[in-house]
């Protein structure tokens, strides 16, 4: 029997550890504290980007260009009208010569006139935009978390978090007995 009674109260003995234990463990909850100052932590980010414009480049291109169709009419038109004027200036042989001059150069001029001078043979000159690009610095501040000073039971603590708490802090407690 005092073997029975010796195994009932190392049991009960256990039990009553066991009952007691748990009250030693930590004891956890929420609580609020009371917070004096947020500061934002910030940072300088360079973000580059591109600035790109149209710049107007003048050169001189010479291209191949068919012949458009000439009229013969303001040749034959002046060298009329200049031979005729050339055939009132002087006598004799003169005249005729004067009257050859009158429709050569009337005839030149009046080519001139209706054709508006085209010489196919001229440089035929030419704008066009060419992008220009570069890359420029753009500088930003970012906030990047707050530091964070509060008060709990009278003691000052400071934390960084990611966002402003406000004027109230909630906390989660953590008590453990010292051993």
Not at 48 to 72: D, L, W
Not at 97 to 112: E, S, Y
Request: aromatic share 6%.
């Amino acid at each position: 029997m005092t073997i029975f009674i010796k195994k009932l109260s190392i049991t009960a003995s256990l039990l009553g550890l066991a009952a007691i234990l748990p009250t030693a463990h930590a004891a956890d909850f929420e609580d609020y504290a009371r917070v004096t100052n947020v500061t934002p932590q910030l940072e300088q980010v360079n973000v580059p980007r591109q600035e790109c414009r149209n710049e107007y480049e003048t050169g001189q291109r010479h291209y191949q260009q068919h012949p458009s169709e000439r009229s013969a009419g303001g040749s034959i038109i002046g060298g009329i009208a200049g031979g005729l004027l050339g055939a009132q200036v002087g006598g004799g042989n003169g005249r005729i010569a004067a009257a050859a001059a009158g429709a050569l150069t009337g005839a030149i001029v009046g080519d001139r006139i209706e054709n508006n001078g085209n010489n196919n043979s001229q440089p035929v000159y030419e704008s066009h935009p060419v992008r220009q690009c570069r890359n420029i610095d753009n500088w930003e501040t970012r906030t990047n978390g707050y530091a964070v000073t509060y008060e709990y039971h009278n003691r000052t603590y400071t934390t960084v978090m990611p966002y402003d708490p406000g004027s109230r802090l909630r906390l989660h407690v953590s008590l453990t007995p010292r051993p």
